[in-house]
Each structure stands twice: as structure tokens, then as C-alpha cells.
């Protein structure tokens, strides 16, 4: 996952979760209390501010030792924090999605999930890109991203 912070000047900051070492993975969890990285994950999807706002934490305490998540806050997050999911993520979401329509021998199920999927996902165009390394890149010829 990406997690993308903008500053007041316009600019955004990405840092991605796969750039996490374990141990930073473990103390997000532990400020979580006790969340597991999966859920967290779910969480990031469903752009939760909180471990959004810890995974941006763990970032930047690799230049501030002493920052405590109790004191580490993100005014205006609505408008600052966003969560995407990056291309590995959407191979394995795709890959799934194809091997359950292809036993049901339908590309309906994975043309449902395609707007949900780019709008989830970082670059759009990694989803085009999935669905062609699948076999199934005729389903998003000309297929824009949904608005909601």
C-alpha cells in the first residue's frame, strides 16, 4: 500500500508499507493495539486515518527516535491521507478474481470489481497492465475509472 501525505505547499509525500522493516511493522501493530498487519492492510484500504496515520508515523520516526504516536497528529486528514494499493497488490486481487471466473467460466465478476480496483489502486494504469499479463486485458479497453 501507498500511503500518500499532502503538505500544505502542494506537495505530497508516498511512502509504501513494503518499504517497512518487520520490526516497524510490529510497532505499528502494537500501537494498533494489537491489530494484526492484515487487518491494518483492510484498514488502509478502507482508508482508515488511524493506521494511516501510522504507517506515516513509523516513517517518520526513522528521523525522529523520540515521535510518540499519542502525540503524532494529522490536522485535516480527509483532505491530506489517501491509501492505495500497489501493482503486486492488484496481480494477487486479479489473480484470484480470474481463477474464480474462469471455473465459472464468466469475465463478469471480474468486470464488476474492475472501477472498485482502480479506484483503490495507485496507478491506474497497473491495472490495465495485471489484466493483460492475465489473459484478460479486452476487459478494460476504454474503461474508465469510476467516480464516487
Do not use: C
Request: charged share 35%.
Amino acid at each position: 500500500m501507498i500511503v500518500t501525505y499532502r503538505h500544505d505547499d502542494g506537495t505530497s509525500e508516498q511512502v509504501s508499507t513494503d518499504d517497512l522493516s518487520a520490526i516497524e511493522s510490529a510497532d505499528i501493530e502494537e500501537v494498533m493495539n494489537g491489530t494484526s498487519w492484515r487487518e491494518i492492510e483492510d484498514q488502509l484500504r478502507a482508508q482508515d486515518p488511524t493506521s494511516m496515520r501510522a504507517v506515516l508515523w513509523a516513517f517518520r520516526r526513522r528521523a525522529d527516535k523520540d515521535l510518540k504516536f499519542s502525540e503524532f497528529d494529522v490536522p485535516g486528514w480527509r483532505r491530506r491521507l489517501s491509501a492505495r494499493i500497489e501493482r503486486a497488490e492488484i496481480d494477487d486481487v486479479l489473480e484470484s478474481l480470474v481463477t474464480e471466473a474462469l471455473a465459472n467460466n464468466e469475465d463478469a465478476a471480474v468486470d464488476a470489481m474492475l472501477p472498485h480496483l482502480r479506484k483503490l489502486a495507485h496507478a491506474q494504469s497497473d491495472v490495465d497492465a495485471a489484466l493483460d499479463a492475465l489473459g484478460k486485458g479486452h476487459l478494460v479497453k476504454g474503461l474508465e475509472a469510476s467516480e464516487v
